[in-house]
C-alpha cells in the first residue's frame, strides 16, 4: 500500500513539472529583448506550491490539524483566482471533450487499458484502485465533484496503472491527452488550477502515508471518515458521507471489514456517526483523531 502511495506521488510531481517547463518555455520565447527576467523551474514551481497552500482553506482550525499533521496554516490566505471556475471552463464550447455517464458500480476505466485521456468528474463519485497479481485490491482514493483523474497520461504513461469505478451515479468530462495539453498550455488560469490540484493531491498522499504508518486503524478510520464527509471544504456540504462500503474503508486504511464494523458501531454509540439513508458525520468525531 505505501509502494502504491509512493508511485502515485510520483507521477503526480512529474505531471505538475511536465506542465511547469512548459510555461517556462512560453514565458522565456516571448519578446527575449524586452528584459524579461528568466525563471529557473524552481522558482516557478515554489511559487505554484505556495499558491496551492492558499487553496487549501478550512473553516475549522481542527480540521486544519486533522488532515495535516503538519499544521499548515493554510487557512490564513485567500485562494488566489477564486472566481475561476474550472467545471465552466471545461464546460465551454471551446473545449473538444466528451461528455458521459455512469451508473453506479460501473467501470469508468480498467487496470491496463490504453492511457489517452484525462477524466473531469463534473457530478457523483469515482473509486480509484489497484489490483496486485495475486488478486489484492487497494483503494488509492475515493474521488468528488470538481476532481480530476487519470492525469498519469500527461506524465508519458502509456496505459493505465489502476482502475476507476463509479460509486454512485456519476458524469464525466472525458478530454483527450492532446486537448488537455492544447487548453493548459492556452489557458493560464485552468493551468494554474491544475497544478494546485496535482500539489494538493501530492499532499494529501503524504499525509496518508504518515496515517499509515504513525496511527491506529480507529484513528484512520475517523480521519478517513472526515475527509470522505469532504470537512473544511467551504464549497461542500458538511457531515454528508458519500455512499461507500465497510470493504472499501476497509480497504482504504489497510485494516479488516471486521476492524472498520467494530470502530462504525463504537463510533454510532458515541453519537459521532448517524445512519439516516446515509451516514451523517458529526464534527465531534474530530476528537478521535486529535485525541493522544
Request: charged share 30%.
Amino acid at each position: 500500500m505505501l509502494q502504491l502511495k509512493t508511485h502515485f506521488e510520483r507521477i503526480s510531481l512529474e505531471i505538475v513539472k511536465t506542465i511547469v517547463e512548459e510555461q517556462i518555455r512560453r514565458e522565456t520565447a516571448i519578446e527575449p529583448d524586452q528584459g524579461i527576467k528568466k525563471r529557473t523551474l524552481e522558482d516557478l514551481f515554489g511559487a505554484q506550491e505556495q499558491s496551492m497552500v492558499r487553496s487549501r482553506t478550512f473553516s475549522q482550525a481542527e480540521v486544519e490539524a486533522m488532515v495535516n499533521p503538519r499544521n499548515k496554516k493554510s487557512n490564513d490566505i485567500p485562494e488566489k483566482k477564486r472566481g475561476f471556475s474550472a467545471q465552466a471552463f471545461l464546460d465551454s464550447a471551446g473545449v473538444e471533450r466528451r461528455i458521459k455517464e455512469f451508473k453506479g458500480l460501473e467501470v469508468v476505466y480498467s487496470q491496463g487499458d490504453a492511457a489517452k485521456s484525462v477524466m473531469y468528474l463534473r457530478e457523483g463519485g469515482v473509486k480509484l484502485s489497484v489490483l496486485s497479481e495475486a488478486g489484492k485490491e487497494a483503494v488509492v482514493a475515493i474521488l468528488g465533484p470538481g476532481d480530476f483523474f487519470g492525469e498519469g497520461c500527461l506524465a508519458g504513461q502509456s496505459v493505465r496503472m489502476g482502475t476507476a469505478t463509479a460509486v454512485v451515479p456519476s458524469t464525466v468530462l472525458v478530454i483527450e491527452k492532446s486537448e488537455m495539453f492544447r487548453v493548459l498550455h492556452e489557458q493560464h488560469d485552468l493551468s494554474d488550477r491544475f497544478i494546485s490540484f496535482m500539489l494538493v493531491r501530492n499532499i494529501r498522499i503524504e499525509e496518508d502515508l504518515i496515517d499509515q504508518l504513525f496511527n491506529s486503524s480507529e484513528k484512520r478510520l475517523a480521519r478517513t471518515l472526515l475527509l470522505l464527509a469532504r470537512y473544511g471544504k467551504e464549497d461542500k456540504p458538511h457531515g454528508v458521507l458519500p455512499k461507500v462500503s465497510q470493504e472499501t474503508l476497509a480497504e482504504m486504511i489497510g485494516t479488516t471489514r471486521s476492524r472498520v464494523n467494530f470502530f462504525m458501531n463504537k463510533f454510532r454509540k458515541l453519537g459521532f456517526i448517524k445512519y439516516n439513508g446515509g451516514i451523517e458525520i458529526n464534527t465531534s468525531l474530530l476528537s478521535v483523531v486529535l485525541h493522544d
